[in-house]
Each structure stands twice: as structure tokens, then as C-alpha cells.
């Protein structure tokens, strides 16, 4: 086993533009294989960064303030993780190396949205059908938050990103600049991921179908679930700090695991963003639930922990909620924090009590509402194969907002698993959850429910991209569908789940058409 604790956390160099265009800022991001130390005891690892970097470079934008990025591709022409091409879009035709970027969580055009058939191979040797142009433009029109980008491309996400194709975008604004929080070098970025290895270093992705079936080798699997967990690409790393506030921006970047954080000698977080922007007050949490692409902003006070060693833990089971709890000895750990830097300057930050003027939307103001469920069959080996509404991608679209409508989605979970539902473009607010009877459901198709509308936990009162749909539960999400008409997707951000078909594209279009 790994030892933990030994390699101290990185922290992703900040990307500066190569040029300005127009007075907007022009960054030029290369795909490339690299070899990278992920922990002491490990041999180099083979991974695909953001011009080399597992996790990419962090991006810092303002609001309003629109950059452009040329991403391309120097990978290889091979790919070094095992592709199912039973999977759609990864069939025998389609190239083996193929990505194309989505900036999760960015309010932005389709055209630069990174749809997942706008793919293309290195040097843009061939491009998917959808494939839009080179240079992406990112608006920026947006609350500061974190996003994030990473890999979309159709049938491989889940390869691509545990290659190691993500990193953080980080968008400031005035009003997050005015607050007192800590910043500088008291305000860390956080990806937290899961991974396993060979003892030669390389990274390890089952390829076994589960359960087994003939002639259909390698194959996607389930769910992912690494064997240690990583943050910002080392191996259970520690930090240094000063007995003081830091500010953490925490994104779960896995492929499948849910996160249950806690610190081992109980300081709280105190959570004051969620994936779309800051709270409107802080809330104070022991305890924080992440699914895959979820975030949270916190700030952590370490001014009472001098001198301590705190572990970040995890407890969330996997599948969740019904799977097997983390080992606490392994897949339990997270990373440690060890008070044992001298206070540079007294600590001049704060946390605010009131942090954004958040408004929240009232079910009155929905024109439409729609109920999807999330499901669940077996293919035609047996295999798990997960669905919105019973739908597989290549099925007609179904959801078509008009541009400026408002609309109540209440997601009917009918499987065993909470699925974390992301839309591209929007940021929406949770209304509610409400339990009913799955097996009512599974004899006479209808939904009984069995107990009120329960509305959301303190610190996802605030605008949110991706939900958790807890299973035998209607999560209801509203969302005003602006400022883009075109064409987008929806999808459970569980990667396994995304690549084979619980992703369908959605459209917003301009009304009148
Ligand atoms: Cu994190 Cu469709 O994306
Ligand atoms: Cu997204
Ligand atoms: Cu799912």
C-alpha cells in the first residue's frame, strides 16, 4: 500500500494568455501525454493533461470579461485506456483518440460549449459531425464561482477525464472581490479524484463486463471506484498551513465516487459557494456531500488546531447510498492538513454574514414542467444500462425550452442509485425531494408518493448545476433557460453512466420558430 501523507499538495500554475486579440485574452492549450510523479513511491505515471498537466492549469477570469482558447490535441494516435465499441460513439469507425472540451458549468454558446459529437483528433486530422470551430469563446456573463473543464467527447468522457483531462476555471466578479475572504496563497483550489495503479505506475481501468459476457472485451463498466483517492493529481497529499482561515475551493472531479467529507478533529467547513456562486449567508457544515461534478466553497478556521495533524476524511458509500463504505484506512482518506507553519501576519479575513444577494425563484414563475425519470435496464448482454426517460441518445429530442422560459424539472429516480444530474448552460435552484414507493412503481407503473416535498439541505440552497436525484425520490430543479438558444446536453455526471447513454442532448430555441 501507498503510504499516505508523504508528497506535499500541488497546486496547478495559473494559465496566462499567449496573446490579446481584440483586447480579449487568447490562451492556446495543448492536449499532450505526459509522465508525471503522481505519488513518492510511484513510478512515473502515463496521463493526458491540459498542455501536459494532470490536473490542467487553473484559469482565472472576471465577469463579463470574455477569453478565447485554442485547444488542441498532440496526443497519440493510441489510446492507452481500454474502449468498449459497443458503447455509441466509440464504435469501430470512430477514432480512437478523440476529445473535444466542455466548460463545466460555463454559461456559454453552443457553438463553444463543447458539444460531445464536436469532437476532434490530433491536429485535427478528422472532426465530429458536430464539430463547430477552433478557437472557443467563453462570455464570462456569469457570478464568480468555480467551474471547471474537462473532456466530453461521445463514448470515451470516462477515459478521457481519468486520463486526466480536467482542471479548474475559476470566475471572479465585483462583489466577490468586496468580501474579506481569505485569498492569495490562503485560497486553494481542491480536485479530489480517485484513482488506481499497477505497480509499474500506469494507471489501472477495469475492462471487464460486468456481469461477464462473451465477445464483448473491453467493455464499460458500471461505475469506477479507485483504489486511493488523489487531490490536484497526488496520491493522499498533505498541506502545510498557518493556524488561520483558508479559503478551499473543493471539486469532486471522479468518474464515479461520491464524497463524504469531515476533518478528523471535527473542525467544520464553513460553506459559502456552491457550483454556481457564494451563498447567500455562509452555513456551517461538519460534514459535506459531493457528487461527481458537484463544488463547494468553503472557508476552513484553523486558528484553535496549532500544532495538529487533521486528516480529511470520506465516508460516502459507493455505488451511493447503498454501496460499501470507503475502507477508513484507505479509500476513507482524503488528505492531511498540518497546522505547523508559523502565523505569517495576523489573519485579517473574514467570513461575512452576508455573502451574495441571492434571490430565490418561486415555482410560480415556471411556464412549463416536465417529468423525466432516471432508469435503469439491461442491454442486450446484460449489462447495466442507464437512462433519461428511457431514452437513448440518438433518440429524437424531447426537451426543448423556449429561449426565456422557465421550467420545473422534477426528476423521478426509479433506480437503486443517486445519479447527479448536470445541464449544460443553466444554473438552476433545487425546490424539493420527495420520497415514493418503488415498489408500487415497479407493479403498477405509477408513483405513489410517500411522504412532503422535503426542501433542500441548507448549503444547496443556492444555485446549483448538478443534483443529486436520490433514488426513489422526485427532485425538482427550476431553471430560467438564458441567455443562449442552440443546442445543448443533460446528463448524469456519473462518467460510466454519461458514456453509455444516460446523456441526451437538449435544445433551447427561439420562440416564434
Ligand atoms: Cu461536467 Cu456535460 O459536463
Ligand atoms: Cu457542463
Ligand atoms: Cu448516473
Redesign the pocket.
Known amino acids: 500500500m501507498l503510504e499516505q501523507f508523504v508528497d506535499r499538495l500541488p497546486i496547478m500554475p495559473v494559465i496566462q494568455p499567449q496573446s490579446f486579440k481584440d483586447q480579449i485574452p487568447f490562451y492556446e492549450v495543448t492536449m499532450k501525454e505526459s509522465l508525471l510523479k503522481l505519488h513518492r513511491d510511484l513510478p512515473p505515471t502515463r496521463v493526458w493533461g491540459y498542455n501536459g498537466l494532470f490536473p490542467g492549469p487553473t484559469f482565472q477570469v472576471f465577469r463579463d470579461h470574455p477569453v478565447r482558447v485554442l485547444w488542441k490535441s498532440d496526443l497519440p494516435q493510441k489510446h492507452f485506456l481500454p474502449i468498449d465499441t459497443t458503447v455509441h460513439g466509440a464504435n469501430h469507425g470512430a477514432p480512437k483518440v478523440r476529445t473535444v472540451v466542455h466548460l463545466h458549468g460555463g454559461v456559454t454558446p453552443d457553438t463553444s460549449d463543447g458539444y460531445p459529437e464536436a469532437w476532434f483528433t490530433p491536429g485535427f486530422q478528422q472532426v465530429g459531425p458536430y464539430f463547430t470551430n477552433v478557437v472557443y469563446e467563453y462570455p464570462n456573463g456569469q457570478a464568480a464561482t468555480n467551474l471547471w473543464y474537462h473532456d466530453h467527447a461521445m463514448g470515451i468522457t470516462r477515459l478521457n477525464i481519468y486520463a486526466g483531462l480536467a482542471g479548474m476555471y475559476i470566475v471572479h466578479d465585483e462583489v466577490e472581490l468586496s468580501l474579506p475572504l481569505p485569498r492569495g496563497e490562503y485560497e486553494i483550489p481542491l480536485i479530489i479524484q480517485d484513482r488506481s495503479f499497477h505497480d509499474d505506475g500506469s494507471l489501472y481501468y477495469p475492462s471487464e463486463p460486468t456481469p461477464p459476457v462473451e465477445g464483448v472485451d473491453p467493455s464499460v463498466i458500471p461505475?469506477f471506484f479507485g483504489k486511493t483517492n488523489l487531490v490536484n493529481g497526488k496520491v493522499w497529499p498533505y498541506l502545510e498551513v498557518e493556524p488561520r482561515k483558508y479559503r478551499f475551493r473543493i471539486l469532486n472531479g471522479a468518474n464515479?465516487r461520491f464524497y463524504g467529507l469531515s476533518l478528523s478533529n471535527g473542525l467544520p467547513f464553513v460553506q459559502i459557494g456552491t457550483d454556481q456562486g457564494l451563498l447567500e449567508h455562509p452555513v456551517t457544515v461538519p460534514y459535506l456531500l459531493l457528487a461527481p461534478a458537484e463544488r463547494a466553497d468553503v472557508v476552513i478556521d484553523f486558528s484553535s488546531s496549532a500544532g495538529e495533524e487533521i486528516v480529511m476524511k470520506n465516508d460516502a458509500a459507493s455505488p451511493f447510498p447503498q454501496g460499501k463504505k470507503p475502507n477508513p484506512k484507505t479509500t476513507g482518506v482524503v488528505m492531511q492538513f498540518r497546522v505547523k507553519k508559523e502565523l505569517a501576519s495576523k489573519d485579517q479575513s473574514s467570513v461575512p454574514y452576508v455573502l451574495s444577494n441571492y434571490h430565490v425563484m418561486s415555482e410560480k414563475q415556471a411556464n412549463n414542467e416536465r417529468s423525466l425519470t432516471?432508469g435503469m435496464r439491461p442491454d442486450q448482454y446484460g449489462r447495466e444500462i442507464?437512462l433519461l426517460n428511457d431514452d437513448l441518445w440518438i433518440d429524437p429530442i424531447t426537451e426543448k425550452p423556449g429561449l426565456g422560459d422557465t421550467e420545473i424539472w422534477s426528476l423521478v429516480n426509479l433506480?437503486k442509485?443517486?445519479?447527479?444530474?448536470h445541464l449544460h448552460l443553466v444554473k438552476f435552484q433545487i425546490l424539493d425531494r420527495q420520497p415514493f414507493d418503488g415498489d408500487v412503481y415497479e407493479k403498477e407503473g405509477r408513483i405513489e408518493t410517500t411522504g412532503p416535498r422535503v426542501k433542500p439541505d441548507l448549503n444547496e440552497r443556492g444555485w446549483k448545476d448538478t443534483v443529486r436525484a436520490n433514488p426513489k425520490e422526485i427532485t425538482r430543479i427550476i431553471m430560467k433557460f438564458t441567455p443562449y438558444a442552440g443546442l445543448f446536453v443533460w446528463h448524469?455526471?456519473?462518467l460510466?453512466?454519461?458514456d453509455y447513454e444516460?446523456m441526451r442532448p437538449y435544445q433551447v430555441v427561439l420562440k416564434g420558430n
Open positions: 461505475d464515479a432516471l442507464h433506480s442509485a443517486t445519479h447527479p444530474i448524469c455526471h456519473i460510466e453512466h454519461e444516460m
